[in-house]
């Protein structure tokens, strides 16, 4: 389409464009590669996964907003041993990186996980500290730095040479306070945001919507927060940033580059459009060639603040 170099490296990772898709709304790829060639993608954040299977919450677990939606899924998954036997080899049949997104409910979960999917040899692993889902772990980690420290150190010392990147929590009131405790605790990137607790009542029964009262808040309406949050941690870190929330068009995942991502991932804009990622990337790219742009990792860390 044009001649700018789409490439971008992520913590030593090199995709062949700066797109990803979002963990949780992508399954493992399955059902998405009816619409599209998955090799057309930088990168796939596969579902969450817990050591042992996961039902998820109880229904009503998706609710829509303004711009948006809750969920409360609670991390239904089949465990990270099925993953590794039967989604592992599937997604391996495409040129897409593969990155392992974990959920813990002690720091030792987090780091058996680790050393079981750096064994079964996935590109990367994202440390999910801040699902508002799960009473355990999750987001208790997310929100507070030693605890946060604590279990990227976990994750580190047990995924041997597999990068580890540590997803961040935007439920917090300063967000660099732990992006500064992942890295000094060896993270080799951070990723931001997952959802934003919100919730919904029905004026009629009086009862919230979702059936665990709260969920968290993604899609466009959370892109402003995320562009904020990337630009803060990205002056606050020397990690590489993947950033995401709310990206549905090209120019959305140019203002997170722009504000410091060196990637952007796309989630809740699939659900009403499958093909969602590939328009993000096309529209990166012609953003990038009008704007004259050798590569467009020139894009990243590049806003001029007033
Ligand atoms: C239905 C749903 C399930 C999700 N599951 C996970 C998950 O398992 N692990 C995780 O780290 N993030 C999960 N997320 C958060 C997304 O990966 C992403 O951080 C967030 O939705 C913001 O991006 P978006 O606005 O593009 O969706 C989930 C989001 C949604 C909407």
């Known amino acids: 389409m044009s001649n700018v170099d789409m490439r971008v490296t992520l913590a030593g990772m090199t995709m062949k464009n700066p797109v990803v898709v979002a963990s949780g709304t992508f399954g493992f790829g399955r059902e998405y590669s009816q619409f599209f060639d998955l090799s057309e993608l930088g990168g796939i954040c596969a579902k969450g996964l817990t050591l042992l299977p996961r039902e998820g919450n109880p229904a009503p ?27 592992l080899p599937f997604l391996r049949q495409y040129d897409v990186k593969v990155i392992a997104n974990i959920s813990g409910n002690t720091p030792e979960e987090y780091g058996v996980m ?76 951070v990723s931001l945001i997952n959802t934003i607790r919100g919730m919904r009542i029905d004026v009629n029964t009086r009862q919230p919507i979702l059936k665990m009262n709260t969920g968290g808040l993604s899609g466009p309406a959370v ?19 993947l950033g995401m929330g709310g990206v549905s068009k090209g120019e959305d995942a140019a203002q997170l580059m722009l504000a410091g991502a060196s990637a952007v991932a796309v989630g809740t804009a699939l659900f009403a459009d499958p093909m969602a990622p590939i328009r993000v990337r096309d529209g990166l790219e012609a953003i990038a060639a009008r704007q004259g742009l050798f590569a467009v990792r020139e894009l990243t860390g590049a806003v001029r603040p007033w």
């Open 114 to 189: 680790c050393e079981k999917l750096a064994g079964a040899g996935v590109d990367m692993i994202e440390v999910n500290i801040s699902c508002p889902n799960v009473k355990a772990g999750g987001l208790a980690y997310g929100t507070r730095p030693e605890l946060a420290a604590e279990v990227t150190e976990m994750a580190k010392s047990h995924a041997g040479s597999v990068p580890v990147m540590v997803k961040l929590s935007p439920n917090v009131t300063d967000v660099t306070e732990i992006a500064r405790a992942v890295e000094a605790a060896g993270a080799d990137a």
């Open 223 to 241: 892109l402003p927060v995320a562009v904020r949050m990337v630009w803060e941690v990205s002056q606050a870190v020397k990690v590489p940033v």
């Open 61 to 87: 677990r998706i609710a829509e907003t303004p711009m948006g939606i809750l969920n409360s899924v609670g991390l239904q998954n089949p465990g990270v041993d099925a993953f590794i036997a039967e989604e």
